[in-house]
């Protein structure tokens, strides 16, 4: 298995506070990603990170902002949480970018209440 | 507007039969695709890929198949085993990202 850990694995939070999510890898994969999974949609991409300090968007990043200050840290930030950001998150790493075999790590259920 | 559809949200199937698990795409540019497995509570796991110059590829028990003219892939399972019993995704390529489907979770039973 892919060293892959992502940390809190759980979390209740109310609506307006902050919260980070952080994904840790110690494969020293250049490429990481942030997905959330909810019913009806499948995986969705909110952001990822193409090497130290460099990131971009995903599709649904609005509401998200992302930090990548060394390599095998990727943190995922709701500045102010809501109810629709409720979700299974995933932190995923590659290699080689999307087309490589992208690595899941075991996911963040997070529930704003 | 989903560019990925996997129109069958569930699958059961009975140990030793085959497994057919459908998706379509809209987007023609779409290239290389790839299908992931999902167990609960766990991250999806990589399972097979396709790109477009092939219309088969085939590992062990798993087999994908892409139509291009129709915009339509499926990956057969076969035989299919209790163990294969997960969420599957089907996810095409896009621009520097892949784009997942809603996913389809195959039951087999014994």
């Known amino acids: 298995d892919a060293g892959i850990t992502q940390s809190p694995r759980h979390k209740v939070t109310e609506t307006g506070t902050p919260v980070t999510l952080r994904c840790h890898q110690t494969e020293n994969h250049r490429y990481m990603y942030w997905y959330r999974q909810d019913p009806g949609h499948g995986l969705r991409l909110i952001h990822y990170?193409?090497?130290?300090?460099?990131?971009d968007k995903g599709e649904v990043s609005d509401g998200y902002s992302v930090s990548r200050s060394k390599t095998e840290d990727f943190l995922l930030t709701l500045e102010s949480a809501t109810s629709s950001q409720t979700s299974v998150y995933f932190c995923?790493?590659?290699?080689?970018?999307?087309?490589?075999?992208?690595?899941f790590g075991p996911g963040t259920r997070l529930t704003v209440l | 507007d989903q560019q990925v559809k996997q129109n069958s949200p569930s699958l059961s199937v009975q140990e030793g039969r085959i497994s057919i698990l459908n998706c379509d795409y809209t987007?023609?540019?779409?290239?290389?695709f790839l299908w992931y497995k999902k167990y609960p509570a766990e991250g999806p796991t990589f399972l097979i890929s396709?790109?477009?110059?092939?219309d088969k590829n085939e590992d062990g028990r798993f087999t994908v198949f892409l139509n291009k003219s129709a915009k339509h892939l499926s990956l057969h399972i076969v035989p299919s085993q209790p163990g294969d019993s997960a969420v599957y995704f089907c996810?095409?390529?896009?621009?520097?990202?892949?784009?997942f489907g809603t996913g389809t979770r195959l039951q087999v039973f014994p």
């Open positions: 996810a095409p390529l896009g621009t520097d990202k892949l784009i």
């Open positions: 995923a790493i590659s290699s080689g970018g999307a087309a490589d075999t992208q690595y």
């Open positions: 990170s193409y090497g130290v300090k460099d990131t």
């Open positions: 396709i790109s477009s110059i092939k």
């Open positions: 987007n023609s540019m779409f290239d290389y």
